[in-house]
Structures are given as C-alpha cells and as structure tokens.
T-cell receptor, first 115, second 110 residues
C-alpha cells in the first residue's frame, strides 16, 4: 500500500522557537495533503488542506500565520509551527492523497512538546 | 453541521465479537471509514463503505450502514488482544475532507 512518512517523529522545543515538520509520500504522488492535530485522548481535527503548488486552505479557527504549510512538490509537504507556545504541544498527523483517489494515507504522526 | 459521535469505551473478552457504533449528521457523506490507531501511532485504514451500500464484510470485519438513521457500526469477530486500540469512524464530505468521530477505545481482556 501507499506509504507516508513524517519527520521528526517527536520534537521538543523551547517556547518562542519555530519547528518544521515534514510529510512525505514515499511511493506515490500526493496531489493533496492534509494536516491534522490531535490532543491527548481526543479526535483528529483537520487544520488545513494543501494542493501541490497552491496555497493551503485553512479550517476555521486555525491561524495561517502561525501554522505555515508548504506543498512545493508532489511528494513533500511541510508544516512550520512559528513562535511555538506550550499550548501548541500536540500530536500532528499528515495524510496524503493521489489524484482521483478518495483514500487518504496517513503518516505516523509527530509529537510536539513545547517547553 | 458536521458532527460524528462514538461511544468512548468498549471492553470485550478475547474471542467475543466487538461492535463499535458511530452516528453522523451529514447526509451528503460519500464514503464512511473506520480507522484504527494504536498508542502513539498514526491511523491505519481498516475498511470503508460507500454511502449507497448497506453492508460490507472483510474477513473479521463487518460494516453496517443505516443511512436513514445515519448510523454506522463496525463488528470485529473473534476479537484478539491485538485488536486493542482506538477506533475512529470518519465521513468524507464533499469528497475532500474527513470528519472524524470522537474515537472508541477498545480494550480486549483474556
């Protein structure tokens, strides 16, 4: 099946710094990538949808200047959490979907802890 | 609006069947999915059903869809300890984004 990787798998950073998370589709071209956020013992909340070569579409309540998304190629999307604060600590999961395909393939997630 | 609800917890004995229920509100859903999440990991797609189907069976998994009541269920036959995880149902809206349920934690005991 299709494989999606994320890097890093976990990261700890100081408050005020920026953190970049990568999401890669390893064996298919991902025309669309999605970024989700999951708080402990809660469901996944969609943050944004990005199409390759276009600006990301953010869900209501998600600050686009704080969560910068870049989808510059068909195999890579990045999420940068700028000026991170402790309340940004969460599990971030990406998913990827190929052209004309309904199914999203999920990455293993990145746990961000902001001190 | 879009809202997907699940019961929070289910505990079953090994070898028994598990039934996880889900209700949704958006009648325009195209596909409905069941995902499994193990601790600290991403989501694994278990199965999905198209909205014009009533039932789908895949080995130990049976999905039932009652579109009139907007009710989806996942039955796991012969539940094993390895099935212990959190199970999410999700609906696809406008073929684009997924709306996830609240998740059901399944615990299987010997």
């Amino acid at each position: 099946g299709a494989v999606v990787s994320q890097h890093p798998s976990w990261v700890i950073c100081k408050s005020g710094t920026s953190v970049k998370i990568e999401c890669r589709s390893l064996d298919f071209q991902a025309t669309t990538m999605f970024w989700y956020r999951q708080f402990p013992k809660q469901s996944l909340m969609l943050m944004a949808t990005s199409n390759e070569g276009s600006k990301a579409t953010y869900e209501q309540g998600v600050e686009k200047d704080k969560f910068l998304i870049n989808h510059a190629s068909l195999t890579l999307s990045t999420l940068t959490v700028t000026s991170a604060h402790p309340e940004d600590s969460s599990f971030y999961i990406c998913s990827a979907r190929g052209l004309g395909v309904y199914e999203q393939f999920f990455g293993p997630g990145t746990r961000l802890t902001v001190l | 609006g879009e809202d997907v609800e699940q019961s929070l917890f289910l505990s079953v004995r090994e070898g028994d069947s598990s039934v996880i229920n889900c209700t949704y509100t958006d009648s325009s859903s195209t596909y409905l999915y069941w995902y499994k999440q193990e601790p600290g990991a991403g989501l694994q797609l278990l199965t999905y059903i198209f909205s014009n189907m009533d039932m789908k069976q895949d080995q130990r998994l049976t999905v039932l869809l009652n579109k009139k009541d907007k009710h989806l269920s996942l039955r796991i036959a012969d539940t094993q300890t390895g099935d212990s995880a959190i199970y999410f149902c999700a609906e696809s809206v406008n073929t684009d984004k997924l709306i996830f349920g609240t998740g059901t934690r399944l615990q299987v005991f010997p």
